[in-house]
């Protein structure tokens, strides 16, 4: 692959990871709790359909600089305590809604740290929400973890409990990096919690590391990867920091200068890609890696992988519910996003209406070009047909302006990012590194965003 400082200036501009599409930032007030409850009541119709249920615990007991997480840091465990009550009686409140369509085959807990909660009061919640909701045969149980506060208790507690997928927030194991975004942890700590999960039965663990931050350098990164590499998660995330200080204010903190330039960044990226793809993972997505044998392998290899709110998913579903202040919920063609602030959130559940604060109903345009991000995003590709047998459109008229634009001259197909045929687009080896440049082709609402004061999104370089 030859990627130029050209090319990289080229393509060096904000724009979106797509978790969604319409993304959050085209979400509004307009759209309501009368309107998520109408939503609901039609996902209640497909009774024999899973649905996928994200749990929001935002509470953490520092804020790390880097952070763009929505999330409550306090000390005082009681303010966190009377946040669970009001989990479980938004818990009611959609699952009355939802009828007999209670059956899960995704489950996820996020943060925050859902470990900043005692072995008792998880355990609490669990068995609180499968009053409500029940887990398909092979569920996927899925909780994010911080090595500095997870104990093994902990990790006993939530196995018992039937949770089989680990994830673990390590970002970089750099004694100065770590100083500058205000996050220490140390290798042993993260060793120690990995051998415990290993024993305890785990069915998949994956370490999340973000590439970009301050005072990162290709070598003490290569440290980072080669410790890494020698634990052997079964997945990886390794994320490019997302450094948007007008958006997420605690990174006022870091000082810019720190940063690594553009170039460097990439170096950190593809140096990523070079020591985990060598130490045996493959590719998967824009920023995973997984071991050839892990479900998003195999997925990817089979072209069905997905890609949701929680991330990148072999559990495809049409609808994903969410519970606790800033959760997103996916369903009956809309998104739906709960209150951020805690006091708004507990004012509307404690009275008992649903929790949204904005939201987006999708058009029929939105509908099929979600799923074509999607399918690049998560697959690489775009299949004429399937959009074609899907929409009742035709691929090549539909988009015409956008295939005009891929291979225009100076365009993705030229640079050697995209190969289109007749019923196919594909993105390239060296296209997979500029996937976000290559989905916002088919973004509609890119243009409204091009001569925003503020960047909406953070930069794909």
Known sequence: MQVTPELLAHHDRPGPRYTSYPTAVEFNDSFGPEDYEARLHEAAQLTITPLSLYVHLPFCESRCSFCGCHVVVTKNTSLADVYLDRLVKEADMVSQRLGERTTLHQYHWGGGTPTYYSPDDLARLHTELLGRFDMAPGAELAIEVDPRVTSTEH??????????????????FDPTVQDLIGRHQTVEEAVELHTAARSLGFESINFDLIYGLPGQTDESFALSLDRVAELMPDRLAVYS?????????????????????????????????????G??????????????????????????????????????????VAIGTSGISDVQGAYAQNHKRMADYYGAVDTDVLPIERGVALSPDDKIRRFVITELMCNGRIVADDVE??????????????????????????????????????????????????????????AGHADSAKPHFSRTV
């Open 389 to 446: 047998t899907r929409y009742d459109i035709s691929f090549s008229d539909y988009f015409g302006a956008e295939l005009a634009s891929l291979q225009a001259p100076g365009g993705a197909v030229e640079e050697g990012l995209i190969e289109v045929s007749e019923g196919d687009l594909r993105a390239t080896e060296l296209g997979e590194l500029f996937i976000r440049n290559v989905a916002m082709e088919f973004d509609a609402f890119m």
């Open 155 to 172: 990790l006993e507690v939530l196995r018992g409990l039937g949770f089989n997928r680990l994830s673990m927030g390590i970002q970089d």
């Open 241 to 277: 920091f997302a450094y948007l200080p007008s958006k997420q204010t605690q990174q006022i903190r870091i000082d810019e200068s720190q940063l690594p330039d553009r170039d460097t960044k990439f170096r950190l990226l593809t140096q990523a890609i070079d020591r985990l793809v």
């Open 279 to 320: 130490a045996g993972y493959s590719q998967i997505g824009m920023d995973h890696f997984a071991l050839p044998d892990d479900d998003l392998s195999v997925a990817r290899s089979a072209g069905t992988l997905s890609r949701n709110f929680m991330g990148y998913t072999t559990k495809r579903s049409p609808d994903v």
